[in-house]
């Protein structure tokens, strides 16, 4: 939640321009460098951790995280030593903006570089301590790295331009990282240096690691297309997609991604002992909850698309025209959604029986297909068209490896969940039809009445009519909401 208001407050002060068209080219750029570490400390060392604790031991696993630390630190400090003086070339031949926003661009990318440390530290404790299923700490330190965004930005405002809010950004990492440390010392981590590149264990996490970091360079390619794409539709584009997509990160960042990360150690574990039934039943119950979150709230946000950006960030700076902008973008990412959230577990799924390859190869089709449309659909449709192809992408990838996990393991025990989905997409017809008219129906009301209307026009029929049809996540939510009335009675 606080990352949303983090986001309506940049729009709030900064709005949709040259300084935020900057700073989301900028924050590709530090995303980019980082990516060799942030893959392997988020996917490769969690299940590596775990292989090496049950095999030799705690303290085996404790030297091998430390070196793992240690090398990636290593990596990154040289990344951010050498890009501090290759970004302004690395700029001028991959964007499209003029003097002013080129010069914007470069002065947030030499602060942003220097958080590749921090985020080094801060992902490998999160790794360690969803490893130890220790979940707190990780989930939390999201709100104290928000609340040190927010405050940095409202103190320093406007015209501290893109100098304030890429300090701000490299605060809430700072602030991130001492909140990290105070978990460790109860989960028995003991720091002591070690940076050997030729361990078995780093040699073997490399076996592993090489298709998923091609998987996720794609996936980043990707996103530099349409961001680049974005530069070249004119002043705000490049702002305004960034916007779009961190309103759906807001979804995955609430639902999807503290589910993922808890039951990956799960999965992980189970993993380590090939008991393969347990690794699904996990699968899919969490994914029917996510879909019965999620399939609502794409249906009635169609319809509410620039609605909610005018309630999230239209004020301050940000102006009308920068609410169609991220609107348009915003409507072309929400058929994604689902997609994007199935591929989030499966990816997590594969990555526990140690195969990164199958996610790699879907990655592959899915950004052939998503750079040929984003093409495409941007000279037809603009904005709205890069985001389109994302949506794509998205589903494309979360069906192929649906299909490959088939034919990897064998029988799915898809069964009740796919029958499960099908209620759910039954529900919606009559959420769609009551948010499409409780929409049209508050036309020339306030867009918070309108907009509240039509969530709960929308999200009452689905409800009603997944108990209707005996939809699981609704009758247990059902069976909750009756015991605790009954222990209050």
Not at 78 to 84: D, K, P, W
Not at 184 to 191: A, E, G, I
Not at 316 to 333: K, M
Request: with cysteine; proline share 3%.
């Amino acid at each position: 939640m606080l990352g949303f208001a983090r986001e309506a407050v940049i729009a709030y002060v900064f709005g949709v321009g040259v300084v935020t068209d900057a700073y989301a080219v900028a924050l590709r750029v530090m995303t980019t460098a980082g990516l060799l570490t942030s893959v392997y400390l988020t996917t490769t060392f969690v299940p590596s951790y775990i292989r090496v604790r049950e095999e030799k031991g705690e303290e085996a696993a404790l030297r091998n995280a430390n070196n793992v630390l240690g090398v990636s630190l290593a990596i990154n400090v040289v990344l951010m030593i050498v890009l501090q003086f290759a970004a302004p070339f690395i700029l001028s031949v991959i964007t499209g903006f003029e003097a002013d926003q080129m010069t914007y661009a470069v002065i947030s990318v030499n602060i942003l570089l220097f958080k590749l440390p921090l985020l080094t530290f801060v992902k490998f404790f999160s790794g360690y301590l969803n490893a130890r299923k220790s979940f707190f700490g990780p989930n939390f330190f999201g709100i104290p790295l928000n609340v040190a965004f927010i405050t940095v930005c409202l103190i320093w405002g406007t015209g501290s331009g893109i100098t304030g809010l890429s300090f701000a950004s490299f605060v809430g990492a700072v602030v991130s990282l001492v909140v990290l440390l105070i978990w460790l010392p109860k989960q028995q981590y003991r720091y002591r240096f070690s940076m050997s590149f030729n361990t078995p264990e780093i040699r073997s996490d490399m076996q592993i690691l090489m298709p998923a970091l091609l998987g996720s360079a794609l996936i980043d390619l990707k996103t530099w297309v349409d961001t680049i794409l974005a530069t070249f539709l004119g002043e705000g584009n490049a702002a305004a997609i960034g916007f779009s997509a961190r309103l759906m990160g807001f979804v995955n960042g609430l639902f999807v991604l503290p589910l993922a990360s808890m039951t990956y150690s799960y999965m992980s574990a189970y993993a380590a002992k090939n008991d393969i039934e347990k690794m699904l039943d996990i699968l899919w119950k969490t994914v029917r909850v996510i879909i019965f979150i999620v399939l609502p709230m794409v249906v009635i946000a169609v319809p509410s698309s620039f609605d909610v950006v005018r309630i999230v960030y239209e004020r301050g700076e940000f102006s009308p025209e920068a609410t169609l902008l991220t609107g348009t973008a915003l409507r072309g990412y929400l058929p994604g959604l689902l997609g994007l959230s199935m591929y989030v577990f499966l990816v997590r799924f594969f990555y526990g029986l140690k195969d990164t390859k199958t996610p790699m190869f879907c990655g592959i089709v899915a950004m052939i297909v998503n750079i040929a449309l984003s093409i495409v659909l941007s000279r037809q449709m603009g904005i709205g068209g890069l985001a389109l192809a994302s949506s794509v992408g998205h589903t494309l990838s979360a069906l192929l490896m649906l299909a490959l996990l088939r034919r990897k393991i064998g029988r799915l025990n898809f069964g009740k969940t796919a029958i499960d989905m099908a209620k759910m997409v039954a529900a919606t017809i009559p959420c769609a039809f009551m948010a499409i008219g409780a929409s049209h129906l508050f036309a020339g009301s306030n867009v918070f009445i309108r907009f509240a209307a039509t969530t709960a026009a929308g999200g009452t029929a689905y409800l009603v009519a997944a108990l209707l049809l005996k939809e699981m996540v609704a009758l247990d939510l059902l069976n909750m909401v009756q015991k605790r009335l009954r222990s209050k009675d």
